[in-house]
């Protein structure tokens, strides 16, 4: 089974504090993928690796940013966070070989920032 | 631009009944779409893939239907049970990478 896991289910900081949110995949799947979830807006794209130290800007990167530097590992930065980053935040990965691949996704973050 | 709508009232439906659910989307030709299953505080689950050239697609009691003339697909869950209440996600896809755009999601919830 495809295990997707992320650091924490839940997260309190402060607006102006630099925040890191993990996820590691366990299956050498080439793409991942960070979103965030708010209600009444699903799921949005921030960014987006295919492959170990490669990025890809998603739909909502403004106040983000990402790190790759191991193929199953894939890091969201928050480098001031703000209150309007409150917000579920989602990790996923595909395997990247066939179009119409799943994403298989991990628990969330729900992070608050005050 | 491209947009995704699902029915953003929950489902109501009860125990038994047949649950249908809409996804209709603009602006887009996709290859593929997805539906996606998520419960409260969890990450989105898959649970069916159609292609553009397929008309229907079943997977024991969840069926999914794809018009790419309408521009809409349905999904639809037989027989429903209490432990199918979620939310149900559509999913196309969107560029390369298989990067999927996401609808907002329906909830829907069965009722003994």
């Known amino acids: 089974d495809v295990k997707v896991t992320q650091s924490s289910r839940y997260l309190v900081k402060r607006t102006g504090e630099k925040v890191f949110l993990e996820c590691v995949q366990d299956?050498?799947?080439?793409?991942m993928f960070w979103y965030r979830q708010d209600p009444g807006l699903g799921l949005r794209l921030i960014y987006f690796s295919y492959d170990v130290k490669m990025k890809e800007k998603g739909d909502i990167p403004e106040g983000y940013s990402v790190s790759r530097e191991k193929k199953e590992r894939f890091s969201l930065i928050l480098e001031s966070a703000s209150t309007n980053q409150t917000s579920m935040y989602l990790c996923?990965?595909?395997?990247?070989?066939?179009?119409?691949?799943?994403?298989?996704f991990g628990p969330g973050t729900r992070l608050l920032v005050l | 631009s491209q947009k995704i709508e699902q029915n953003s009232e929950a489902l109501n439906i009860q125990e038994g009944k047949t649950a249908t659910l809409t996804c209709n989307y603009t602006?887009?030709?996709?290859?593929?779409l997805q539906w996606y299953r998520q419960d409260p505080g969890r990450g989105p689950v898959f649970l069916l893939l159609i292609r553009e050239n397929e008309k229907e697609k079943r997977k024991e009691r969840l069926k999914v239907t794809f018009d790419t003339t309408l521009k809409q697909s349905l999904f639809h869950i037989t027989a429903s049970q209490p432990a199918d209440s979620a939310t149900y996600l559509c999913a196309l896809l969107s560029g390369g990478y298989n990067k999927l755009i996401f609808g907002a999601g329906t909830r829907l919830a069965v009722h003994p």
């Open positions: 299956m050498d799947h080439e793409n």
């Open positions: 996923a990965s595909s395997f990247g070989q066939d179009e119409g691949e799943t994403q298989y």
């Open positions: 602006n887009y030709s996709p290859a593929y």
